[in-house]
């Protein structure tokens, strides 16, 4: 599976939309590029997956850049409770997942 | 709520001993995976099962092993312990041998070796 890297941490406004950002350079036709985030050891959480088309949930969007080398969730109304860290994961479904160190996310008041 | 349990929430122990891990998956899935989530390690997969056999491996140590029994739930079995294996441990579940979103997380048990 790809290697994906992301920004260790960003803050963001409530109300205001969150842009988190990932980098999949080595990125193979066939993989998945996968969201999840977790909340203070929680387990966690899915929120979104695209292969490349952009996509869009009750939760989120998934835009992914036409050569998929890079893509962006984005929360369009941050509020307290989306503070997590949220792991970009690329992925053909090996089981060889690699969440990595992801994004800090908080939401500020 | 995920639907996914795990016993017990919390576990201290000393280098050396073995711990047993417990999992039950939400109500019908039939798919069990445990992963591994450590500071400097990030969250990696371990095994999987699928209604008592096991599917796939990953990076799981010579001294752990897991099992799925009838009832479907799963034991994560870890023996010799060392100050690394300190970590959350996380099952998760699925219906069928799925894709990750398909993939429901427990709450974890953290384990912490001393």
């Known amino acids: 599976d790809a290697k994906t890297t992301q920004p260790p941490s960003m803050d963001c406004a409530e109300g205001r939309a969150a842009n988190l950002p990932c980098n999949h350079s080595t990125i193979s036709g066939n993989e998945y590029v996968y969201w999840y985030r977790q909340i203070h050891s929680q387990g966690p959480q899915y929120i979104i997956h695209g292969l490349k088309n952009n996509e869009t949930n009750e939760m989120a969007s998934l835009i992914i850049t036409e050569d998929r080398k890079s893509s962006t969730l984005i929360l369009p109304h941050a509020t307290l409770r989306d503070t997590a860290v949220y792991y970009c994961i690329v992925t053909s479904g090996t089981y060889k997942y690699i969440f990595g160190t992801g994004t800090r996310l908080k939401v500020l008041a | 709520d995920s639907g996914v349990t795990q016993t017990p929430k919390h576990l201290i122990t000393a280098t050396g001993q073995r711990v047993t891990l417990r999992c039950s998956p939400r109500s019908g899935d039939l798919s069990v995976y445990w992963y591994q989530q450590s500071l400097d390690q990030g969250l990696q997969f371990l095994i999987q099962y699928y209604n008592g056999e096991e599917r796939a491996k990953g990076n799981i140590l010579e001294r752990f092993s897991a099992q799925q029994f009838p009832d479907l739930h799963s034991e994560l079995n870890l023996s010799s312990l060392e100050l690394g294996d300190s970590a959350l441990y996380f099952c998760?579940?699925?219906?069928?041998?799925?894709?990750?979103?398909?993939?429901?997380f427990g709450p974890g048990t953290r384990l912490t070796v001393t």
């Open positions: 998760a579940s699925s219906l069928a041998p799925g894709q990750l979103y398909e993939q429901y």
